[in-house]
């Protein structure tokens, strides 16, 4: 695992706090989306299929550093659309940098050279470059060519500043294993920090509905994956063990759809980063009066086959605070990629999808042009 020594101990420390203080919820990494804007259009994406008038919202800066003190996780991941793009980009990341806590910007790369000077390198401050594979599966998975080439000489650039850097890496159900294990070589060579992966989430309003992965295909991906990096001790993965042992199969885990509280231009997003079923006022709100058990793997059909990170990483934590040496033999042996699979969490409860992608965009519409006729 490539989380340094710090982070670990401040996060680590900040969850036994949580514990102590008897708290069921807490949240782990908060999902700061400020802006759905993005200067590209990638099939699997579900975050950019907006209205223009959506497109054009900005959380500002005052509103983000709130959402980071209301929320309270030692974690901030900033993500959208491309937060490049966002004019107060610099300040909300000194702004969260300076509260102590550690900043994951999620970028194509595409703006970085152009941006590079308002940001400082930081043990707070890490780049998170999205990176799909290789140039053919990457380009591909972005719809655009030449963005892989851009994304490498974004991270060149970025190490030779001194910046931290990890690449952000979803996969989908045409990945073939031995090509993502040689990206993984590839981006070691570069001198990347830290991988993350992840299964892409099938998005409703993706593109791209033929691509993405179920349970069994995922589990079966990332076993004939990690096998080729011994159990994935070859590579930096800025996950934690479990949660690569929880992807090939070995772990029976429900989500955590808390651990990683989201808030857009629209509020604060429920259930999770993922899904968009409703929009709370007030962090406290969407903590104290979301009916969580609605959702999660076996409890809502939209649930059914995912297993990324922003939703299960924070159960993976956990399970390593509750179980130290189970998730010691992983980190020891490497993640197992043999023998029978961990059981599946029963699907016959769940309750069917319910569609309101379209309620909540006509009440923003209609929130956007109250705001602009007062104006
Ligand atoms: S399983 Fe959990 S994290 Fe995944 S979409 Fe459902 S509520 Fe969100």
């Known amino acids: ?18 514990r102590a203080a008897g708290r069921e919820r807490y949240p782990l990494v908060l999902m700061l989306e400020p802006l759905f804007r993005c200067n590209l259009a990638c099939a699997g994406c579900g975050k950019i299929d907006y209205p223009e008038d959506i497109l054009d919202q900005r959380l500002p800066l005052a509103d983000c550093l709130a959402a980071v003190d209301e929320c309270g996780a030692p974690v901030v991941s900033i ?39 308002l940001f400082k390198p930081s043990p707070y ?6 990176l799909d594979g290789d140039q053919e599966m990457h380009d591909r998975s972005v719809c655009q060519p030449g963005v892989y080439v851009r994304a490498v000489n974004a991270i060149r650039l970025a190490k030779q ?11 989908f159900n045409d990945a073939d294993a031995k090509r ?15 991988i ?7 998005y409703e309003r993706a593109p791209d509905q033929q691509h993405f992965l179920n349970r069994t295909t995922t589990k079966t991906l990332f076993r004939d994956i990690l096998r080729r990096g011994d159990g994935g001790k070859r590579w930096s993965f800025s996950q934690s063990g479990l949660f690569l042992d929880f992807l090939a199969g070995n772990q029976t885990y429900a989500c955590t759809p808390w651990g990683n509280p989201t808030r857009t231009v629209f509020g604060w997003q429920r259930p999770c980063y993922l899904l968009g ?4 006022a007030t962090f406290r709100e969407l903590m104290e009066e979301t009916e969580w058990d609605r959702y999660g793997t076996g409890n809502y059909e939209k649930c059914a086959d995912c297993m990324v990170h922003s939703g299960f990483e924070a159960t993976a934590v956990n399970d390593t605070v509750r179980r130290p040496l189970v998730a010691a033999n992983v980190a020891l042996r490497g993640v197992k990629t043999d023998g029978a699979m961990a059981p599946e969490l029963p ?17 923003k519409l209609i929130e956007i042009r109250k705001a602009k006729a007062g104006a």
Not at 2 to 15: E, T
Not at 96 to 106: D, Q
Not at 125 to 130: A, C, D, T, Y
Not at 161 to 171: A, H, K, Q, S, Y
């Open 1 to 18: 695992m490539s989380i340094p020594a710090l982070q670990k101990w401040r996060v680590g420390s900040y969850i036994m706090r949580q």
């Open 79 to 117: 993500a959208g659309g491309e937060p490049l793009l966002h004019k107060e980009i610099g300040g909300i990341v000194s702004g969260i940098v300076a509260r102590k806590k550690f900043v994951y910007l999620c970028t194509n790369g595409l703006l970085l050279e152009k941006r590079i000077d």
């Open 125 to 130: 401050f890490v780049w998170s470059i999205h």
């Open 161 to 171: 500043r001194g910046f931290r850097v990890n690449i952000n890496c979803t996969l």
């Open 180 to 194: 993502v294990a040689d990206f993984f070589d590839t981006v070691k060579g570069l001198g990347v920090d830290g």
């Open 196 to 202: 993350t992966v992840s299964p892409g989430y099938a």
């Open 277 to 280: 079923e409703g929009y709370a």
């Open 347 to 363: 699907l016959h409860g769940q309750r069917p999808a319910q569609y309101v992608f379209s309620k909540h965009v006509e009440h």
